[in-house]
């Protein structure tokens, strides 16, 4: 299996323009989350999903954020319109709840940069 | 809701030091729990896991966990580091439910 895969690794962008970061989860996973990570406020949840459907996104900054998940295979977290402040890393995870088998995979990231 | 606490936040060690890491979480029920590590630039990698069974636990790269019920423990161990050890090191727990709640995490570094 290829892992998580999330694309772009790096994105530049204006402020004020929309982003969109996209992760391909591990197949058979039924879990998917999306994490930022600052050195000011390291690891946080924003939103995560079971089989597609969102189940917490009480993570999510504001409305500028929005994430979906229209089949298995797929996500996207979205900002728009993009700030400065949501410079940061921005990962993926997939893991299973088979057989209680719930360690996160996770991709290698989208290093956003907000100009 | 559960919570976990690594109380170190930056460990620093010399090559050959032992290391423990502390890791406490906050929930009575059944557990399942995690160390992920973060080299530099990189993303979190699943270092090891428990579910049941031994307490003992062995990871890749000659670490191991110690699950201690009692005191709602999970420490991190390692006889001996070397300088590639330099990471970032995260604790997490899992209530048989799909999230799990990670720790604010660990930064070691290891001296040459």
């Known amino acids: 299996d290829a892992g998580v895969i999330q694309s772009p690794r790096h994105e530049v962008t204006e402020m004020g323009q929309e982003v969109t970061l996209r992760c391909k989860p591990i197949s058979g996973h039924d879990y998917l989350f999306w994490y930022r990570q600052t050195m000011m406020r390291g690891l946080e949840l924003l939103i995560y999903f079971n089989n597609n459907v969102p189940i917490d996104d009480s993570g999510m900054p504001e409305d500028r954020f929005s994430a979906k998940m229209p089949n298995a295979s797929f996500s996207t977290l979205k900002i728009q319109p993009s700030e400065p402040r949501d410079s940061a890393v921005y990962f993926c995870?997939?893991?299973?709840?088979?057989?209680?088998?719930?360690?996160?995979?996770f991709g290698s990231g989208t290093r956003l940069t907000v100009v | 809701a559960q919570s976990v606490s690594q109380h170190n936040h930056h460990v620093i060690l010399s090559e050959a030091a032992s290391l423990e890491l502390g890791c406490n979480y906050s929930?009575?029920?059944?557990?399942?729990l995690f160390w992920y590590v973060q080299y530099p630039g990189q993303h979190l990698q699943l270092l090891l896991k428990y579910f049941s069974g031994d307490p003992l636990v062995k990871g890749i790269k000659g670490f191991e966990a110690e699950f201690i019920k009692s005191k709602f423990s999970f420490n991190l161990r390692k006889p001996s580091v070397q300088w590639s050890d330099t990471a970032e090191y995260f604790c997490?727990?899992?209530?048989?439910?799909?999230?799990?709640?990670f720790g604010d995490g660990t930064t070691l570094t290891v001296k040459p």
């Open positions: 997490a727990v899992n209530t048989n439910a799909g999230k799990s709640t």
């Open positions: 995870a997939s893991s299973q709840s088979v057989d209680r088998n719930y360690g996160y995979t």
């Open positions: 929930y009575g029920g059944t557990v399942n």
